[in-house]
Protein backbone atom coordinates (compact mmCIF):
# COMPACT_ATOMS: atom_id res chain seq x y z
CA UNK A 1 0.00 0.00 0.00
CA UNK A 2 2.06 3.00 -1.26
CA UNK A 3 1.86 6.38 -0.18
CA UNK A 4 3.09 9.07 2.84
CA UNK A 5 2.30 8.41 6.49
CA UNK A 6 2.55 10.73 8.33
CA UNK A 7 2.94 10.61 12.58
CA UNK A 8 1.99 11.01 15.25
CA UNK A 9 -1.66 12.37 14.17
CA UNK A 10 -2.21 14.58 17.26
CA UNK A 11 0.79 15.93 19.17
CA UNK A 12 0.58 18.30 21.77
CA UNK A 13 3.27 20.27 23.38
CA UNK A 14 4.57 22.12 26.01
CA UNK A 15 5.87 25.73 25.29
CA UNK A 16 9.46 26.11 24.91
CA UNK A 17 10.00 22.18 23.81
CA UNK A 18 11.07 21.36 21.04
CA UNK A 19 9.15 18.55 18.77
CA UNK A 20 9.84 16.45 15.72
CA UNK A 21 7.20 15.65 12.97
CA UNK A 22 7.82 12.38 11.14
CA UNK A 23 7.29 12.17 7.57
CA UNK A 24 7.83 8.74 5.58
CA UNK A 25 6.99 8.29 1.97
CA UNK A 26 7.21 4.30 0.28
CA UNK A 27 6.35 6.27 -3.76
CA UNK A 28 10.50 6.42 -4.70
CA UNK A 29 9.91 10.27 -4.84
CA UNK A 30 12.75 12.54 -4.92
CA UNK A 31 10.98 15.49 -3.60
CA UNK A 32 9.35 16.25 -0.52
CA UNK A 33 7.70 19.29 0.84
CA UNK A 34 6.57 20.41 4.42
CA UNK A 35 3.35 23.06 4.87
CA UNK A 36 1.95 24.60 7.40
CA UNK A 37 -2.26 24.94 6.99
CA UNK A 38 -3.85 27.64 9.32
CA UNK A 39 -7.51 28.59 9.05
CA UNK A 40 -7.82 30.80 6.34
CA UNK A 41 -4.68 30.97 5.16
CA UNK A 42 -4.04 28.18 2.69
CA UNK A 43 -1.20 25.81 3.03
CA UNK A 44 2.26 27.40 3.29
CA UNK A 45 5.80 26.15 2.19
CA UNK A 46 7.99 25.69 5.11
CA UNK A 47 11.12 23.29 3.74
CA UNK A 48 11.33 21.50 0.29
CA UNK A 49 13.84 18.94 -0.64
CA UNK A 50 14.27 18.19 -3.85
CA UNK A 51 17.12 15.20 -2.94
CA UNK A 52 18.68 13.39 -0.03
CA UNK A 53 21.16 15.44 1.72
CA UNK A 54 19.85 18.86 0.28
CA UNK A 55 16.82 20.63 1.08
CA UNK A 56 15.46 24.54 0.78
CA UNK A 57 13.36 26.91 2.92
CA UNK A 58 10.27 27.77 1.92
CA UNK A 59 8.13 30.80 2.33
CA UNK A 60 7.97 30.01 6.59
CA UNK A 61 10.90 28.85 7.76
CA UNK A 62 11.79 30.41 10.65
CA UNK A 63 11.31 28.34 13.99
CA UNK A 64 11.56 25.04 11.88
CA UNK A 65 14.25 22.97 10.87
CA UNK A 66 14.19 19.68 9.00
CA UNK A 67 16.72 16.60 7.85
CA UNK A 68 16.95 14.44 4.46
CA UNK A 69 19.51 11.53 5.30
CA UNK A 70 17.18 9.46 3.64
CA UNK A 71 15.41 9.45 0.19
CA UNK A 72 12.06 8.44 1.69
CA UNK A 73 11.85 10.19 5.21
CA UNK A 74 11.71 13.81 5.65
CA UNK A 75 11.32 14.93 9.31
CA UNK A 76 10.28 18.31 10.88
CA UNK A 77 11.51 19.82 14.29
CA UNK A 78 9.43 22.50 15.33
CA UNK A 79 11.86 24.78 17.42
CA UNK A 80 10.96 26.53 20.42
CA UNK A 81 12.07 29.73 18.17
CA UNK A 82 8.40 29.05 16.18
CA UNK A 83 6.21 31.76 18.11
CA UNK A 84 2.92 30.33 16.89
CA UNK A 85 3.57 26.47 16.04
CA UNK A 86 -0.28 25.40 16.90
CA UNK A 87 -1.40 24.17 13.21
CA UNK A 88 -1.87 21.38 11.22
CA UNK A 89 1.26 20.06 9.58
CA UNK A 90 0.97 18.34 6.10
CA UNK A 91 3.93 16.41 4.40
CA UNK A 92 3.83 15.99 0.72
CA UNK A 93 6.39 14.53 -1.76
CA UNK A 94 6.25 14.69 -5.85
CA UNK A 95 8.56 12.64 -8.73
CA UNK A 96 11.24 15.54 -8.64
CA UNK A 97 11.93 14.94 -12.08
CA UNK A 98 13.51 17.82 -11.73
CA UNK A 99 12.59 19.51 -15.14
CA UNK A 100 9.74 21.84 -14.22
CA UNK A 101 7.17 19.21 -15.57
CA UNK A 102 4.49 20.36 -12.56
CA UNK A 103 4.80 16.69 -10.94
CA UNK A 104 1.80 15.99 -8.61
CA UNK A 105 2.30 16.92 -5.14
CA UNK A 106 1.10 13.41 -3.00
CA UNK A 107 -0.17 14.45 0.33
CA UNK A 108 0.03 12.37 3.88
CA UNK A 109 -2.86 12.98 6.46
CA UNK A 110 -1.34 15.76 8.76
CA UNK A 111 0.04 16.11 12.09
CA UNK A 112 -2.29 18.80 13.94
CA UNK A 113 0.17 20.28 16.78
CA UNK A 114 -1.31 22.18 20.11
CA UNK A 115 0.99 23.97 21.92
CA UNK A 116 -0.09 23.93 25.23
CA UNK B 1 3.18 39.13 -7.12
CA UNK B 2 3.56 35.33 -6.00
CA UNK B 3 0.33 35.43 -4.45
CA UNK B 4 -2.96 33.37 -5.53
CA UNK B 5 -6.24 34.95 -4.78
CA UNK B 6 -9.09 32.73 -4.06
CA UNK B 7 -12.91 32.98 -3.53
CA UNK B 8 -15.39 32.62 -1.62
CA UNK B 9 -14.26 32.13 1.22
CA UNK B 10 -17.20 29.44 1.88
CA UNK B 11 -19.97 28.21 -0.58
CA UNK B 12 -23.36 26.44 0.07
CA UNK B 13 -24.68 24.58 -2.78
CA UNK B 14 -27.86 22.85 -2.66
CA UNK B 15 -27.46 18.88 -4.22
CA UNK B 16 -28.10 19.19 -8.10
CA UNK B 17 -26.82 22.85 -8.63
CA UNK B 18 -23.59 23.95 -9.82
CA UNK B 19 -20.83 25.18 -7.55
CA UNK B 20 -17.86 27.96 -8.90
CA UNK B 21 -15.08 28.59 -7.15
CA UNK B 22 -12.70 31.64 -8.41
CA UNK B 23 -9.16 32.31 -8.36
CA UNK B 24 -6.91 35.23 -9.73
CA UNK B 25 -3.03 35.54 -9.93
CA UNK B 26 -0.70 38.20 -10.93
CA UNK B 27 2.78 36.25 -11.82
CA UNK B 28 2.46 35.92 -15.57
CA UNK B 29 5.33 32.96 -15.19
CA UNK B 30 2.78 30.63 -13.90
CA UNK B 31 2.29 28.18 -15.86
CA UNK B 32 0.57 24.97 -13.86
CA UNK B 33 -2.50 25.15 -12.10
CA UNK B 34 -3.96 22.49 -10.25
CA UNK B 35 -6.80 22.03 -7.95
CA UNK B 36 -7.08 20.83 -4.75
CA UNK B 37 -9.48 19.22 -2.45
CA UNK B 38 -9.50 18.13 1.28
CA UNK B 39 -12.06 16.40 3.28
CA UNK B 40 -11.43 17.68 7.09
CA UNK B 41 -8.85 15.70 8.78
CA UNK B 42 -6.78 14.81 5.76
CA UNK B 43 -4.55 15.80 3.10
CA UNK B 44 -5.22 17.78 -0.25
CA UNK B 45 -5.23 15.38 -2.95
CA UNK B 46 -5.37 16.51 -6.85
CA UNK B 47 -8.69 16.92 -7.99
CA UNK B 48 -7.66 18.31 -11.68
CA UNK B 49 -5.32 21.05 -13.38
CA UNK B 50 -4.91 22.96 -16.20
CA UNK B 51 -2.24 24.40 -18.51
CA UNK B 52 -2.45 27.63 -19.79
CA UNK B 53 -2.30 26.59 -23.72
CA UNK B 54 -6.07 25.49 -23.06
CA UNK B 55 -9.37 27.41 -21.74
CA UNK B 56 -11.29 24.56 -20.42
CA UNK B 57 -10.38 21.25 -18.69
CA UNK B 58 -13.24 18.92 -17.85
CA UNK B 59 -13.19 15.52 -15.90
CA UNK B 60 -16.30 14.30 -14.90
CA UNK B 61 -18.40 17.05 -13.37
CA UNK B 62 -15.32 18.78 -12.48
CA UNK B 63 -14.24 21.67 -15.24
CA UNK B 64 -11.30 23.75 -14.91
CA UNK B 65 -12.30 27.38 -17.00
CA UNK B 66 -8.86 29.43 -17.65
CA UNK B 67 -9.01 33.12 -19.01
CA UNK B 68 -5.24 33.75 -19.71
CA UNK B 69 -5.56 37.57 -20.27
CA UNK B 70 -7.80 37.99 -17.03
CA UNK B 71 -5.24 36.26 -15.25
CA UNK B 72 -8.10 34.37 -13.73
CA UNK B 73 -9.07 30.50 -13.17
CA UNK B 74 -12.01 29.00 -12.07
CA UNK B 75 -13.33 25.28 -10.88
CA UNK B 76 -16.95 24.32 -11.53
CA UNK B 77 -18.96 21.68 -10.02
CA UNK B 78 -21.53 20.49 -12.22
CA UNK B 79 -24.26 18.48 -10.39
CA UNK B 80 -22.90 19.08 -6.89
CA UNK B 81 -23.59 16.23 -4.40
CA UNK B 82 -23.10 16.43 -0.70
CA UNK B 83 -19.83 13.94 -1.17
CA UNK B 84 -18.42 17.21 -2.88
CA UNK B 85 -18.51 18.66 0.26
CA UNK B 86 -14.99 19.30 1.63
CA UNK B 87 -12.37 22.30 0.93
CA UNK B 88 -11.06 23.23 -2.46
CA UNK B 89 -7.36 24.96 -2.68
CA UNK B 90 -6.27 26.58 -6.47
CA UNK B 91 -2.19 26.47 -6.53
CA UNK B 92 -0.21 27.60 -9.29
CA UNK B 93 3.38 27.19 -9.97
CA UNK B 94 6.38 27.99 -12.65
CA UNK B 95 9.14 26.60 -13.91
CA UNK B 96 11.78 27.94 -11.51
CA UNK B 97 14.90 25.69 -10.29
CA UNK B 98 13.14 22.98 -11.72
CA UNK B 99 11.24 22.83 -8.77
CA UNK B 100 7.66 21.67 -8.20
CA UNK B 101 6.63 24.63 -5.68
CA UNK B 102 3.06 25.23 -5.34
CA UNK B 103 1.71 28.75 -4.14
CA UNK B 104 -1.75 27.90 -2.89
CA UNK B 105 -5.07 30.03 -2.84
CA UNK B 106 -6.62 30.45 1.37
CA UNK B 107 -9.55 28.03 0.16
CA UNK B 108 -12.86 27.49 -0.15
CA UNK B 109 -14.96 25.44 1.82
CA UNK B 110 -18.11 24.00 -0.01
CA UNK B 111 -21.19 22.60 1.57
CA UNK B 112 -23.60 20.93 -0.46
CA UNK B 113 -26.93 20.41 1.26
CA UNK B 114 -29.36 17.47 0.03
Known amino acids: DGGITQSPKYLFRKEGQNVTLSCEQN?????MYWYRQDPGQGLRLIYY???????QKGDIAEGYSVSREKKESFPLTVTSAQKNPTAFYLC???????????????FGPGTRLTVL | QQQVKQSPQSLIVQKGGISIINCAYE??????FPWYQQFPGKGPALLIA?????SEKKEGRFTISFNKSAKQFSLHIMDSQPGDSATYFC?????????????FGTGTRLQVFP
Open chain 2, 91 to 103: AASWPIHNTDKLI
Open chain 2, 27 to 32: NTAFDY
Open chain 1, 49 to 55: SQIVNDF
Open chain 1, 92 to 106: ASSIGSGLGLNDEQF
Open chain 1, 27 to 31: LNHDA
Open chain 2, 50 to 54: IRPDV
